[in-house]
């Protein structure tokens, strides 16, 4: 039986909060680890960037209308933020 929508934002420490979050966490996390991957070319870079991009999410998670999107574009920013460094650090 589901519960009805509440006008209240959910609180961090709400059981429905964390159980949201941790059903989106197990749908997305394996791929977006792939995704990032194939942009660095690491594994572990890649597994840094979405942890980065999961945990921010997480505590905005209230907040956000379209998190498949948010996530989308915080991978992607994490992972242009990753090319960047390398590119300064060749220099």
Not at 37 to 43: N, V
Not at 63 to 82: E, F, H, K, Q
Request: hydrophobic share 35%; aromatic share 8%; charged share 30%.
């Amino acid at each position: 039986m589901d519960n009805p929508p509440s006008d209240e934002p959910r609180s961090p420490s709400s059981k429905p909060y964390e159980s949201d979050f941790a059903a989106f966490y197990r749908k997305e996390h394996e791929l977006q680890v792939r995704r990032a991957a194939l942009m660095l070319g690491s594994g572990e870079a890649a597994h840094d960037v979405v942890h980065e991009a999961m945990a921010s999410m997480y505590k905005r998670w209230s907040t956000i209308d379209a998190p498949g999107s948010y996530l989308n574009r915080a991978v992607l920013n994490g992972c242009r933020a990753v090319v960047r460094t390398r590119v300064a650090e060749r220099r």
